[in-house]
């Protein structure tokens, strides 16, 4: 069949055979899922919105109930008013909105009271089939309740008959200890196996295919090392600013909100050796082995930049980073970051793994972009740019291989040109699933293959946290760019020294469809 012609219901008919194809599913299982902050920002934009789509697309089992719980007075019409307009309901799908709504019930109570998690749990048990029902706890929180709220589920609100499940939002701490601290803490209330801590880049499609890329083709097996690869970035890239939201982005910055953790992830993915099976704990221990083969990154391969306020441009733009006042005064925390890692063993010794990410940047972007070493004994008169295998992350999914072709007419004259797989040109009117919708199936399917465990938690903070102390405790000032640019000049005088080479001669050609 024609993927072109796949309607929604048939992409979502495949997903559910594969998920319940071995019946590992348990379809028929009674489930329960409790947002504890379901007031929050992240509840009514996100896991509402995504339950709903799951519901709604029959992903969900049969008897699936939902129970929000936080400490304000609301009620599920409350809920239902705050998530409609995240939820992209469609004409015609009011009917089933009301039957999601339905299943959903609300309880009001306080995190550090456990006589509100003994009704939560005596709530629990009334709805159909709660008795031996499977419960999945989202922890839709600020981390510093972790601590009470997990202690009173694991004492009031677990189910004996059925799989519990506990799903952790980032930030997993600040730095090594503390993030040590939360996992023992996490252990000792409940199994590895129970713990899911989410970071939604791993559920994106791009992300997911970079298992598919690397060890499903023959071609790449030769080339992906450093006989081949001259560098490897991975970029992070946002056109806004914080947006009145400093105060709390100024506690943690940039590399502990994207790069310790989605850049690294991704890094981990590009650079592991082929795992002996695609059983969770297999891709998992690939991981581990690269992030331990990484020192910790050292301040000479770090450029730090804070944005400032574009005189010439205009609305939000005008606006720096210490301008908005939810920051605070002389704030030396950066919201850009371009670092340097090496992943010290056979296949990538010497190859630097350049890692960008930024907030006030001149476009929004996430890409993972390998770049190969020059093609030796070079025969034409003009030298060849680099080869380069570029996999676009967001937005417009994508994976293009810039190379040289001939460029048509009488002279023998290369041209820089890309093979090029658009999923929207190539895989028309498929819709792809949000990266939480594919999360939260996982955790009801007991599949933690992109969910971080406890040892890669463990060393991705290994390689990040003498930075930071050293960024706070010496108050390193970042370099001032420019809200729209590309970054401070120093991020690309940095990775020029470590071997990636810009070119600025290709241009993208769009296709001819017709």
Known sequence: MNVGLFSRSEVFGQLRRELYGCNQFHRSDAHI????????????????????WLFRDQLLPEKTYF???ARSKLTVTDIKTASLPHMKVADGESELLSEFFSKNSYLSGKYDDEESFTQLNAHLYSLPGGGDANRIFYLALPPSIYHQVTKNIRAHCICPRGLNRVIVEKPFGRDLQSSQELSAHLSSLFSEEQIYRIDHYLGKEMVQNLMVLRFGNRIFGPIWNRNSVACVVLTFKEPFGTQGRGGYFDDFGIIRDVMQNHLLQILSLVAMEKPASTNSDDIRDEKVKVLKCIAPVALSDVVLGQYVGDPEGEGPSTVGYLDD????????TPTFATAVLYVQNERWGGVPFILRCGKALNERKAEVRLQFTDVPGNIFTERCP??????????????????????????????????????????????LPDAYERLILDVFCGNQMHF????????AWRIFTPLLHHIEREKTPPVPYTYGS?????????VKRVGFRYEGTYKWVKPNTT
């Open 452 to 459: 971080v465990r406890s040892d890669e938690l463990k060393e």
């Open 67 to 69: 129970v929000g719980f």
């Open 33 to 52: 899922f409790i947002v504890l902050g379901a007031s929050g920002d992240l509840a009514k934009k996100k896991i509402y919105p995504t339950l709903w």
């Open 486 to 494: 590309r970054g401070p000049n120093e991020a690309d005088e940095l």
């Open 325 to 332: 006042p939810t920051v605070p005064k002389g704030s030396c």
């Open 386 to 431: 680099r080869n380069e295998l570029v996999v676009r992350v967001q937005p417009n999914e994508a994976i293009y291989l810039k190379m040289m072709t001939k460029k048509p007419g009488a002279f023998l004259c290369p041209e820089e040109t890309e093979l090029d797989l658009t999923y929207r040109s190539r895989y028309k009117d498929v819709k």
